[in-house]
């Protein structure tokens, strides 16, 4: 699977939106991007995925590049209870896809009052 | 509600002293897994089930065994726990194996072996 880069650690400020970025250079034209989140030492929170279009849900919208190299996910208006690590992963779709997710060390949101 | 649930949440034990972690799921999802969680190397997948009776080593599955002998359980065994099996474990599940559907996480067990 291609490996992801994301900033350390990001401020913002509540009510604001939060726009999270991450790099996957090496991704391959059957591998998904998805976004998860852990508050604190909770289990590790789904929201979103995507392809190659943009996605939006309840929870954020994701914008993936036409390359497909990078993407950012944004939260539209940051309140303080999601301050929480936030991971990027990108993982390859097929029928034997166990080895589901590689989880590296994520982006710290820290949403400041 | 939908959900994964882990059992217990947290443990203490010693060396050596067999327990089971439970982890069981009402969404009837095909695929499951565990995940250790440590400080500075993120989450790393223990094994996973395709489905019922189907298992596989996932990326650090020594010391420990799992069972899937029904849909909805997918019980983490450690036959002889060790202090380097002290973490933070998660199960997880999602409706089929493929990739392309997200997992739901449990809550955690936090794990100390002395």
């Known amino acids: 699977d291609a490996k992801t880069t994301q900033p350390t650690s990001m401020d913002c400020a509540e009510g604001r939106a939060a726009n999270l970025p991450c790099n996957h250079s090496?991704?391959?034209?059957?591998?998904?991007v998805y976004w998860y989140r852990q508050i604190h030492s909770q289990g590790p929170q789904y929201i979103i995925h995507g392809l190659k279009n943009n996605e939006t849900n309840e929870m954020a919208s994701l914008i993936i590049t036409e390359d497909r190299k990078s993407s950012t996910l944004i939260l539209p208006h940051a309140t303080l209870r999601d301050t929480a690590v936030y991971y990027c992963?990108?993982?390859?779709?097929?029928?034997?896809?166990?080895?589901?997710?590689?989880f590296g060390g994520g982006t710290r949101l820290m949403v400041k009052p | 509600e939908a959900q994964v649930t882990q059992n217990p949440r947290y443990l203490i034990t010693v060396t050596g002293k067999k327990l089971t972690v439970t982890c069981s799921q009402n969404?009837?999802?095909?695929?499951m897994s565990w995940y250790r969680q440590d400080p500075g190397l993120g989450l790393r997948q223990i094994y996973y089930?395709?489905?019922?009776?189907?298992?596989d080593k996932g990326d650090v599955p020594e010391g420990y065994k799992v069972s899937r002998k029904e849909k909805r359980n997918f019980p983490l065994i450690l036959e002889s726990p060790s202090p380097n099996q002290t973490s933070l474990y998660f199960c997880?599940?999602?409706?089929?194996?493929?990739?392309?559907?997200?997992?739901?996480f449990g809550n955690g067990t936090r794990l100390t072996v002395t």
């Open positions: 997880a599940s999602s409706p089929t194996g493929t990739g392309i559907s997200p997992l739901h």
């Open positions: 969404m009837n999802h095909e695929y």
């Open positions: 089930s395709m489905n019922v009776e189907v298992t």
């Open positions: 090496t991704i391959s034209g059957n591998e998904y």
């Open positions: 992963i990108v993982r390859v779709a097929g029928n034997n896809a166990g080895n589901m997710l590689t």
